[in-house]
């Protein structure tokens, strides 16, 4: 399974970025998706995560200015980021919990990180 994310970039503070994550290879089915940070210096993070069924669990610090939405049959997750901050700079990583055949166990994946810079 391959975990492809573009989207990162660079924008200025109360600026706008659409992160995207695109999941191909042996997937049955795909438990939850999610986005990570990694601020420099630190231990990458969680963003938001989304589950099959539409739940979604977020960071405190973007609690109302990201949402992520998927797209279940495209095997796709996306992070629109608004309001964006410096403090919100990071590379950021998709993750998926993939079941890749009809037997009941999953594996976790990672992307390759697309880098978001915020300046002020």
């Known amino acids: 399974v391959q975990l492809q994310a573009y989207g990162g970039g660079l924008v200025q503070a109360g600026g706008s970025l659409r992160l995207t994550c695109a999941a191909s290879?042996?997937?049955?089915?795909?438990?939850?998706m999610g986005w990570y940070g990694q601020a420099p210096g630190k231990q990458r993070e969680l963003v938001a995560v989304?589950?099959?069924?539409?739940?979604?669990n977020y960071a405190n610090s973007v609690e109302g200015r990201f949402t992520i939405s998927r797209d279940n049959a495209k095997n796709t997750v996306a992070l629109q980021m608004n309001s964006l901050k410096p403090e919100d700079t990071a590379v950021y990583y998709c993750?998926?919990?993939?079941?890749?055949?009809?037997?009941?166990?999953?594996?976790?994946?990672w992307g390759q990180g697309t880098p978001v810079t915020v300046s002020s």
């Open positions: 989304i589950d099959s069924g539409g739940r979604t």
């Open positions: 993750n998926a919990l993939v079941q890749g055949s009809p037997f009941p166990r999953t594996y976790d994946y």
């Open positions: 290879g042996s997937i049955f089915s795909i438990k939850r």
